[in-house]
């Protein structure tokens, strides 16, 4: 992602997912240095305890413990789409 500064990435699936979390260092690291262009995409409007989403719980998390911003939250979940999409 640094050589194509077009690029965005969609963390909704489980690949980009387990991307992220396998290994949480980096993984957060990823989310802190791209946040302006990663989104959050689903069709599914609904999370649950067993796991569905886990990446909204994520995000939250994250944020909750201060390991992301507010702003940076905002983008994932849904200001870069907005913004890519006008």
């Known amino acids: 992602m640094r050589?194509?500064?077009?690029?965005y990435a969609d963390i909704s699936a489980g690949s980009g997912w387990n991307a992220l979390t396998r290994d949480p260092a980096?993984?957060?690291?990823f989310v802190r240095e791209?946040?302006?262009?990663l989104c959050f995409?689903?069709?599914t409007c609904f999370a649950d305890e067993r796991g569905?989403?886990?990446?909204?719980?994520w995000l939250r998390d994250l944020r909750t413990s201060?390991?992301?911003t507010q702003e940076e939250f905002d983008a994932i979940?849904?200001?870069n789409?907005?913004?890519l999409l006008r």
């Open 3 to 7: 050589t194509y500064p077009n690029l």
């Open 26 to 29: 980096p993984g957060l690291a």
């Open 34 to 37: 791209f946040s302006h262009r």
């Open 41 to 43: 995409g689903t069709d």
């Open 52 to 57: 569905r989403m886990p990446q909204l719980r």
């Open 66 to 68: 201060g390991q992301i």
């Open 77 to 79: 979940s849904g200001g």
């Open 81 to 83: 789409t907005l913004r």
